[in-house]
């Protein structure tokens, strides 16, 4: 099972910035997809952003326009770029990666608070 660890995490104000980094323990190109979820306080994980092998992305609308998803496959490593956060954004963060019939992949995840 290929291991995934989440990093970037932390404290931030409103309208700040934060990246987050997602380091899979093999190499990056075996996965179909690699997605960002993030799970609020009280509420359902829910999908922020994917990006396919070939670099197509898709992004949840809530976050369309503030984050980037991106991959370095020589790093194997997806990051999630943050901007413009608001409190709402207030959650952790889970890497997701996908193989074909093949359970999926997670990370322990990442808090991220968007607070005064």
């Known amino acids: 099972q290929v291991q995934l660890v989440e990093s970037g995490g932390g404290l931030v104000q409103p309208g700040g910035s934060l990246k987050l980094s997602c380091v899979t323990s093999g190499s990056i190109s075996m996965f179909n997809t690699m997605a960002w979820y993030r799970q609020p306080p009280e509420k359902q994980r829910e999908l922020v952003a994917i990006?396919?092998?070939?670099?197509?992305?898709t992004y949840a609308d809530s976050v369309k326009g503030r984050f980037t998803i991106s991959r370095d496959n020589a790093k194997n490593t997806v990051y999630l770029q943050m901007d413009s956060l608001k409190p709402e954004d207030t959650a952790v963060y889970y890497c997701n990666g996908k193989i074909l019939f093949r359970p999926d992949s997670w990370g322990p995840g990442t808090q991220v608070t968007v607070s005064l």
């Open positions: 990006i396919s092998s070939g670099g197509t992305t």
